[in-house]
């Protein structure tokens, strides 16, 4: 049974984990894995679907999507407010019906999470929330197997990024690379991938390039917006990707950019 829960102030004790930097949420259970915030019916019901635990929830107006979510969601707390109050306390009004605490998972290794892969997207040091989520919808939507991360990029579970990945952080598998700074490529060609870093360079190959297609297994790297992979990356790539473009124009977005390279890269030559 729901425990509908009133709130009357922004002081009570229930809303820390909403109130918390995301920082935070990540370390709320250590040395367990802690929580995150998922944001909107449909981010939810995929975290939901891919196994994640809900802790409580946090709803505005209730209507038939909020209702479904909440019938699955049965011996957490919910809790309701004055859309007011909801309001100073997410910092903007809750058109998109609920916020849900959920647990997070202990991640794979790269090596466990990439066996029997053919396909797989790297992103180095990748901060901005909005771009990693954009980037991992592209990667579930083309092709795609898995999404490795450097520590630097920003996380998937972060809010935003869930919920503009459409939730789709919780269908396409992913982890951590073991080390800072670059994309691991010494690691890349443990797992038998070849590397194809995606940057602006005179001697890149074109994206089609018929030899990237004959790869049996690859790993597309995408680099931060601005400055791009780190040097020692693109030089022990195998391959230097270019996306043609019209004249006058040098490049995408980094987000952009993912949604052509996967669909291009994410097809392999049939044997």
Known sequence: MLQRIVLQDLDDPALEVYR???VQLRRYYEPEQGLFIAESPK???RALDAGYEPVSMLIGKEDNETAALLERCEGIPVYTAEEALLTQLTGFHLTRGALCAMRRKALPDAETLCAGKHR????????????????????????MEAVLLTPGCSDPLYRRAAR?????????PWTYLPSDGGADISLLHRMGFAAAALALREDAVSIADVSLRQETHLAVILGTEGTGLCEATIQAADYTVIIPMAEGV????VAAASAVAFWELGQKEQS
């Open 120 to 143: 797989i997207a790297v992103l180095e040091n990748v901060v901005n929330p909005t771009n990693v989520g954009a980037i991992l919808r592209s990667a579930a939507a083309m092709q």
């Open 43 to 45: 981010v939810i019901g």
């Open 20 to 22: 918390l930097p995301e």
């Open 164 to 172: 503009v990945s459409m939730g789709t952080v919780f269908q396409i």
């Open 250 to 253: 040098d490049s995408l977005n």
